[in-house]
């Protein structure tokens, strides 16, 4: 056997390349849907009081966590803020599916109960 041969690199033709990049798109793709959405703080301020859950879920996609909490009339749905790691953004809705409130909450990473900003 001669070194050339050793040495050289197999071809890879442009299509293999260009599916295995599309695979690993979609795959990220499918893990941040299945932990839902992050937002930024520009998109947070889209959502006002009175908005529905369908409007809040078209602006900002689908919550990383929907809770219903027994205390409040409506459920929650909580997004992960993007450029952060430790702060969330939750939504409150009323009994009638409608935005009452915004909150952005800070979850430190130690385990501690969470602080509101």
């Not at 932990?35 to 409007?55: D, I, K, N, R, Y």
């Not at 219903?68 to 599916?97: C, M, S, W």
């Amino acid at each position: 056997m001669r070194k050339q041969d050793i040495m050289a690199r197999p071809y890879i033709a442009p299509t293999s390349r260009l599916m295995v990049a599309a695979g690993f798109a979609l795959c990220a793709a499918l893990a941040q849907a299945a932990s839902g959405f992050w937002v930024s703080q520009s998109q947070e301020a889209l959502v006002t009081p009175g908005m529905s859950m369908a409007e809040v879920r078209d602006a900002l996609g689908h919550p990383t966590q929907f809770i219903k909490y027994r205390n409040q009339p409506g459920p929650t749905f909580t997004y992960r803020v993007l450029g952060t790691v430790d702060t969330l953004f939750d939504v409150d809705f009323d009994a009638k599916g409608q935005v009452v409130s915004t909150n952005e909450r800070i979850v430190p990473l130690d385990g501690d109960s969470a602080h509101d900003r």
